[in-house]
């Protein structure tokens, strides 16, 4: 069986901060691919990020990076500089390769003015 | 955008009344799926279809049945609704080919009274 575990619950930071949401991942696959999904607050949910097992390069896309560690069985996702606008609930999720997505319970994240 | 809607987009009904939602794209994709989010849970994986009138359970299909007779529409039907299936319903393809990310709809609001 599949599990993601988002352990913080709700993270608040003043803008300009940086921050880090963790994602840990259980899974018995050996190809299986990782997920970040934002949800503002209008409720949509916005794809951001997939990584693929057999690839652990890390990456960025301006102030999003991504740290990717099969060692661990982590795939952090960090935000530079935070902005009001990066308010929202993310979400790591996890897939085999035909399957639905396994979620984690999500982060909420404050980004404060 | 991945051409996905959703109907109703807010429905509120009362326990023991059947609901059908219905998820509509617009691109073709093979693979289509239902979640309910709900607080503290994230999103859970009700059903999916990989094809017209291929369909398969996932985590949380007790009291829920799909339909897909053709390859726009999937359905999601609740039998007899109870207030434990209050939720948010999103619907979500799997794009066509090597892609694995899924795009969702703008969900579904559903409140038994």
């Known amino acids: 069986a599949q599990k993601v575990t988002q352990a913080q619950t709700e993270i608040s930071v003043v803008e300009k901060e940086d921050v880090t949401l963790d994602c840990v991942y259980e899974?018995?696959?050996?190809?299986?691919?990782l997920f970040w999904y934002k949800q503002p607050p209008s409720g949509e949910l916005v794809f951001l990020i997939r990584r693929n097992s057999f690839d652990e390069q890390n990456e960025i896309s301006g102030r999003y990076s991504w740290n990717f560690q099969k060692s661990t069985s982590s795939f952090n996702f960090t935000i530079t500089a935070s902005q009001v606008v990066d308010s929202a609930v993310y979400f790591c999720?996890?897939?085999?390769?035909?399957?639905?997505?396994?979620f984690g319970k999500g982060t909420h994240l404050i980004i404060q003015p | 955008d991945a051409g996905i809607t959703q109907s109703p987009r807010h429905k509120v009904t009362e326990t023991g009344t059947p609901v059908t939602l219905r998820c509509h794209q617009t691109?073709?994709?093979?693979?289509m799926y239902w979640y309910r989010q709900d607080p503290g849970h994230g999103l859970r994986l009700i059903h999916y279809?990989?094809?017209?009138?291929?369909?398969d359970k996932g985590e949380v299909s007790d009291g829920y049945s799909v339909s897909r007779s053709k390859t726009e529409d999937f359905l999601l039907t609740l039998e007899s609704a109870t207030s434990s299936q209050t939720s948010v319903y999103f619907c979500?393809?799997?794009?066509?080919?090597?892609?694995?990310?899924?795009?969702f709809g703008p969900g579904t609001r559903l409140t038994v009274l």
């Open positions: 279809s990989y094809g017209v009138k291929d369909t």
């Open positions: 979500a393809i799997r794009l066509t080919g090597t892609a694995i990310e899924q795009f």
């Open positions: 691109e073709n994709h093979r693979y």
């Open positions: 899974t018995r696959d050996t190809t299986y691919y």
């Open positions: 999720a996890l897939s085999a390769p035909a399957d639905g997505l396994t």
